[in-house]
């Protein structure tokens, strides 16, 4: 499967999102390939510290693409991996598009504040343009860096679940320190020690969904 995590507004835990889905794609023995298509290069970061703290290593494969590139070199490489996770920055730019033309599923985050769901509108333009040239591509959304209380989850839910273009998981995942403090470690958060269970059983929530997995 090809996944992206994009989108068109930044500081929405892309990174975190497509990094995590790696590192659980790589401890179930999938072989992985992360493409950084990002101009923050977060993703190639991450690997180079994970590979620098872990005696085995990233677990996956991690390349930095950009532009027409994302396409051309996606499709020469997906009969060499079993699963690919493509992170694109918080713009419409040609490498996302370039992504969203070979994806079979598009990840949308969005963090439970009206000025990202304003975004939604945008993103929903950009998922009926790629569709018309991937008709197979799966575009969801879902709640990144949940707040623990309040209203605004429910608010934007509400928003998001009514978006045609695309589909809302129910599967929140909150704004919780341990996703910041494994990825300053180079570790997903299901491989941090102490492990936090409410985090690692977001996540995998989320895993489960997009992979179809039990």
Known sequence: MIVTVGGIKG???KTTVATNLAVILSQQGQDVLLIDADDQETSSDFTNLRNEKLEAGAGY?????TG???RTETLRLKQKYQDIIIDTGGRDTTS??????VSDVLLVPFVPRSFDVWTLEKVSGLVGEMSTANPSLRAYTFINRADPRGSDND???DVLKDTVALSFIPTPIGGRKAFGNAAAEGLGVTELKPQDPKATEEIMALFR???NTK
């Open 11 to 13: 500081g929405s835990g």
């Open 155 to 157: 608010d934007a839910a």
């Open 68 to 70: 027409p590139a994302v």
């Open 209 to 211: 969904y997009v992979f």
């Open 61 to 65: 494969t991690s390349i930095k693409l």
């Open 96 to 101: 996302q598009r370039a992504a969203l033309s």
